[in-house]
């Protein structure tokens, strides 16, 4: 059975710094491209990074480039996000989330439970 | 930056049929994915690939294309049906992922 475990989340000031963690377990973590997506309170999702396979490609959106990164441990079965310089904007629901490649094309096909990011003074 | 559009309700009666549309430059040229999501819970792929069913999702959902709309149609809706919708797809590069803003879809 697929499973995808989030931790990491919590209470940070903004400007302040938080890395998640993804536990996955029930398939070949390896040979997936991985993602994250938050879905602020009340709002709708938004996707925020893949990164492929072996870690050699990994993309985001605009609103934080530069101030997150996106990151594995194929050894671990693990994905991070480190999230610097956070703003008030950046609270949300944190999900990992499973990446199937049909034809350059990508889609989500297990998520995790998600785990919540409060970014305020 | 790219878009997905999307109504942000749709509300029908219970066997009667939903349909919710998505519009997007790209998506002529991009597959379209739907996720039902309800209150508390992660979201779950319903539609891949414009039209095709993962396994355990029931057949009253369905979904189809035509230039740069995509439309999820669930038909004979069930009370149980009642959640919001997302569409997703990505920009013509194909590098960036994108959401539709979101349907709430209300069994009446």
């Known amino acids: 059975e697929v499973q995808l475990v989030e931790s990491g989340g919590g209470l940070v000031q903004p400007g302040g710094s938080l890395r998640l963690s993804c536990a996955a377990s029930?398939?070949?973590?390896?040979?997936?491209?991985m993602s994250w997506v938050r879905q602020a309170p009340g709002k709708g999702l938004e996707w925020v990074a893949n990164?492929?396979?072996?870690?050699?490609?990994?993309y985001y959106v605009d609103s934080v480039k530069g101030r997150f990164t996106i990151s594995r441990d194929n050894a671990k079965n693990s994905l991070y996000l480190q999230m610097n310089s956070l703003r008030a904007e950046d609270t949300a629901v944190y999900y990992c989330?499973?990446?199937?490649?049909?034809?350059?094309?990508?889609?989500?096909?297990?998520w995790g439970q998600g785990t919540l990011v409060t970014v305020s003074s | 930056s790219y878009e997905l559009t999307q109504p942000p309700s749709v509300s029908v009666s219970p066997g009667q049929t939903a349909r919710i549309t998505c519009s997007g430059d790209a998506l002529p040229k991009q597959y379209a994915y739907w996720y039902q999501q309800k209150p508390g819970q992660a979201p779950v792929l319903v539609i891949y690939?414009?039209?095709e069913r993962p396994s355990g999702i029931p057949e009253r959902f369905s979904g189809s294309s035509s230039g740069t709309t995509v439309t999820l149609t669930i038909s004979g809706v069930q009370a149980e049906d009642e959640a919001d919708y997302y569409c997703q797809s990505a920009d013509s590069s194909g590098t960036t992922l994108v959401f539709g803003g979101g349907t709430k879809l209300t069994v009446l």
């Open positions: 690939k414009d039209s």
């Open positions: 029930g398939f070949t973590f390896s040979s997936y491209w």
């Open positions: 989330a499973r990446v199937l490649e049909l034809l350059s094309s990508y889609y989500f096909d297990y």
């Open positions: 990164i492929k396979q072996d870690g050699s490609e990994k």
